[in-house]
């Protein structure tokens, strides 16, 4: 079958219930006021390294999380703070191990760009650019293997997308019939250097033909038609068709990171796409039109997500640095003593 191309048009409400946009737009609060949070800590200097931010894609997440089941597997990139609280690890887990504590979910030891969850079936959270996207074959690989109907989520971004791994790993994919689907959060400018300047052929998801991978563009400012073309690819991994690739069409509000000033684009434009295309102002207007919400409803819903982002910021806080023992430990699958003097 040829790949696809989907309508332009917003997503249809006429099947979503109050219930659900308000989950959604729960999610993708949380997701922004932590990343504000995080934002903070990083210019208070409780934050070290490098910290991206993903102010303006949390639609994208949201949505694939909500086609999702138990037992589906994700890995990304090092802007991964959405992912994690968009397949529910505790924000203090998270907030601690990006401030380098003790409380975090990697002890403190690996910090932005590396934290797991095996309770959630995250893995990373990686700084190598592209190197996620094998490593998401291959838990497809294992789930194909186990014989379940399990399916992996690769995120990757434009600037991976021209990455050889990449194209390896779609080859790869399609001949053994991996239940993975690659997601390209097609942010527009890479590490800082724009989709029109770094590549002669835009639609990344279009490049799966050579490898007759079926995919399709998706609008990433619309948590509910990223939902169901979320729901379309997991189907397709689903019913052992092979993987699946979506190039979702998102837009990020800060820099590459929290030094990156972003001069490559203009204030202007920025703005544009805050007042005009933000995923959470839209769900907002959905609530508050269609009478799901008042607007005291959502000024409680903000306070109480604030409550929580600033809990795990005074719980990041609170928890100690890593003690000098902690260098020798989570060295092996199966834990080793270190060797006595």
Request: hydrophobic share 35%; with cysteine.
């Amino acid at each position: 079958m040829a790949p696809r191309k989907t309508a332009s048009k917003p997503a249809s409400t006429a099947n979503v219930s109050k219930d659900e946009l308000l989950a959604y737009y729960k999610d993708m609060l949380l997701i922004r006021r932590f990343e504000e949070k995080a934002g903070q800590l990083y210019g208070m200097g409780l934050i070290g390294g490098f910290c991206h931010l993903y102010i303006g894609q949390e639609a994208v997440v949201v949505g694939l999380e909500a086609a999702a089941k138990e037992g589906d597997k994700r890995v990304t990139s090092y802007r991964d703070h959405g992912h994690m609280l968009a397949c529910g690890m505790d924000p203090n887990g998270v907030m601690a191990e990006l401030t380098g504590r003790e409380g975090g979910y990697s002890k403190g030891k690996g910090g932005s760009m590396h934290m797991f969850s095996k309770e959630k079936h995250f893995y990373g959270g990686h700084g190598i650019v592209g190197a996620q996207v094998p490593i998401g074959a291959g838990l497809a690989f294992s789930d194909k293997y186990k014989g379940n109907d399990n399916v992996t989520f690769a995120y990757f971004g434009d600037g991976a997308a021209n990455q050889g791994q990449v194209a390896e790993t779609y080859n790869m994919a399609e001949i053994w019939d991996l239940p993975v689907i690659f997601v390209i959060e097609n942010n527009q400018y890479a590490m800082g250097t724009s989709t029109q300047r770094s590549t002669k052929s835009p639609s990344y998801w279009e490049r799966g033909a050579a490898y007759g991978i079926e995919g399709e563009e998706v609008d990433g400012m619309d948590v509910l038609a990223v939902k169901e073309a979320g729901e379309r690819a997991v189907a397709h991994c689903r019913a052992g068709k092979g993987p699946y690739i979506l190039e979702v069409k998102t837009y990020r509000y800060r820099g590459h990171s929290m030094s990156d000033p972003a001069k490559y684009r203009t204030r202007e434009e920025v703005q544009k796409m805050r007042e005009e295309r933000d995923p959470i102002e839209a769900v907002r207007s959905i609530l508050l039109t269609g009478g799901h919400a008042s607007e005291e409803d959502l000024k409680a819903i903000d306070k109480d997500i604030k409550a929580v982002v600033n809990e795990s910021a005074e719980f990041a806080k609170a928890s100690p640095e890593p003690a000098l023992e902690e260098l020798w430990t989570d060295i092996y699958a199966d834990e080793i003593p270190p060797h006595s003097a």
